[in-house]
């Protein structure tokens, strides 16, 4: 943790902000505060506009109302220190795995491209085209182009939800360890909780538009999955499906004399 | 080991089986009589006919004519095509004013013109080019049109985030996404381009295959009629061996195309 870079993220505000889709308001009166290299979770039910969150942070799409601000300028467009990873790889078929992660290298140099694909521990693939990697080998080449040049904020839009069960979970600590190396701020769209809980420092959820639930998640690092994880789990899982809890006993569970429930 | 290499062989071999026997069963007939000479000259004496055009240099001159017809042609219509199929593909506007009236134009069949051509251009060289462009342009327009909007939309989304502007964008992501369907309308347009090519020399012509087949015919040499026949029917061969040549090397990182 001391060889972090620190300050090195973009900090977020979300003011009061909203999207409408016609007559639709996925989301309303949205307000965040995210420090400088925090790893957030965002979780929450399909369409409840989690994603929808995550692109008006990315500047893809415009605030129907309220504003955001990436180290305090108004978000109006896509960020050069933004990099987003997809639900899908979106590689270029006609390229290389090295030529997409190119794309990532702001200087498009051949160099950066192969060390950001050791990163992920797939050098060896560098001249593939894409079509002949797995999912997941795929998802790793994206995420070599992602950190290919050097993101202050990293958001990921459920990218780990196509993959299998234990492609995932080496995934997550992928990502946790190059988080833990680089230190940007990280914001993850998920509906699956356990994956909130072993990446993030935070868990917000989203119902109806609105955050309905904002947890810190005080685990140790790296993220172990042991009782305390699984009762955190559980008690979100619950929010998430709709029984009552208290945010009061979420935090309660980490402290030190819940450890021999 | 040996059983898979023969197995090979004869697989690549099969297609070859039912022309072979066809060739072989013509000249047969044609030997024995069977088929007279005037209706339907044998394999060998159309083969011979090319053998002796080509000593004297007139096969090799027709072939480069009618080609260099075909091609220009080809470059015209297919330029047109290519650059309006842009255009539309990535200006809105432009397809809105445009498209439409360039699918009126395109369900006029092209040959059916030809007493119009012929009135507005004669019988010489730009009448055929004409025809041949016009024929060209449709599948060419249509396909680079189509391939175009088929670029898939996330994977702009996603050049656009990494930072890609228009030109770029448009050089790494949308054309080579394209690319696939181009390469079928230019397959496609390249079919048309013989066809039209040998109506269009059929009509008229002072030079090229057509021509030869006319005068052979004039002079009842059956033998140099099939021959220009073979001769189209290699060419069309020809040209679409090398489309394929291209799709195989621009599209190699496609999954379908890798075994071709």
């Known amino acids: 943790m001391n060889n972090r870079r620190a300050g090195r993220g973009i900090s977020l505000t979300v003011r009061r902000a909203g999207k409408r889709f016609g007559e639709l308001a996925v989301l309303s009166g949205i307000e965040l505060d995210i420090r400088s290299g925090q790893f957030v979770a965002i979780v ?34 896509l960020h050069p220190d933004v990099r987003l990873l997809f639900q899908d790889a979106r590689l270029l078929p006609w390229k290389t795995a090295a030529a997409n992660v190119q794309l990532g290298v702001r200087s498009g140099g051949k160099e950066a491209a192969l060390t950001a694909l050791r990163l992920v521990g797939l050098e060896h693939k560098a001249s593939e085209w894409p079509g002949v990697l ?39 600590q992928l990502i946790e360890r190059l988080w833990l190396e680089q230190g940007f701020t990280a914001i993850l769209v998920t509906h699956d909780v356990s994956e909130a809980v072993a990446l993030a ?61 | 080991m040996k059983a898979a290499f023969d197995r090979r062989r004869f697989d690549a071999l099969l297609p070859w089986a039912v022309p072979a026997l066809v060739l072989i069963v013509w000249q047969a007939l044609g030997s024995a009589g069977v088929i007279p000479s005037r209706i339907l000259p044998t394999p060998w004496a159309v083969l011979e006919a090319g053998y002796q055009l080509a000593r004297q240099g ?102 656009k985030v990494y930072g890609l502007g228009r030109l770029a964008l448009f050089r790494k992501v949308i054309l080579p996404g394209a690319l696939s369907s181009i390469l079928v309308g230019v397959r496609f347009a390249l079919g048309i381009m013989w066809v039209t090519l040998i109506v269009a020399e059929t009509i008229s012509a002072s030079s090229g295959i057509g021509y030869m087949a006319m005068n052979a015919r004039e002079f009842m040499q059956m033998d140099v009629v099939v021959l220009s026949i073979v001769m189209y029917a290699l060419l069309g061969k020809l040209s679409d061996w090398i489309a394929r040549l291209l799709e195989r090397t621009w599209l190699r990182w496609h999954p379908n195309y890798r075994n071709i």
């Open chain 1, 44 to 77: 929450g039910k399909s369409g409840c506009g989690k994603s929808t969150l995550l692109r008006l942070i990315a500047g893809l799409d415009r605030p129907s109302e309220g504003e955001l601000f990436a180290d305090g300028a108004l978000v109006t467009g």
């Open chain 1, 134 to 172: 797995s999912g997941g080998q795929r998802q790793r080449v994206a995420l070599a182009r992602a950190l290919a040049g050097e993101p202050r904020l990293l958001l990921l839009d459920e990218p780990l939800g196509a993959l299998d069960a234990l492609t995932r979970i080496e995934m997550q």
């Open chain 2, 58 to 159: 007139t096969l090799l001159e027709s072939v480069a004519v009618s080609t260099q017809r075909a091609l220009l042609g080809f470059a015209i219509g297919g330029g047109i095509g290519f650059a309006l199929g842009l255009l539309n593909g990535v200006v809105p506007l432009a397809e809105k004013l445009i498209d439409s009236t360039v699918q009126m134009v395109r369900n006029i069949p092209h040959l059916a013109l030809i007493p119009l051509v012929i009135l507005w251009f004669g019988i010489e060289e730009e009448a055929k080019l004409f025809l041949v462009a016009l024929g060209v342009a449709f599948p060419i327009y249509l396909n680079t049109f189509h391939g175009i909007r088929s670029v898939d939309p996330g994977l702009i989304e996603m050049g």
């Open chain 1, 201 to 261: 420092d935070r868990v917000i959820l989203i119902e109806e538009g609105a955050v309905a639930l904002d947890v810190p998640v005080a685990l140790p690092r790296p993220r172990q999955r042991d009782h305390r994880f699984a009762r955190l789990e559980q008690l979100i899982l619950d929010r998430v499906m709709g029984k009552d809890v208290e945010p009061a006993e979420a935090s309660q569970i980490l402290e030190p004399s819940s450890l021999f429930v």
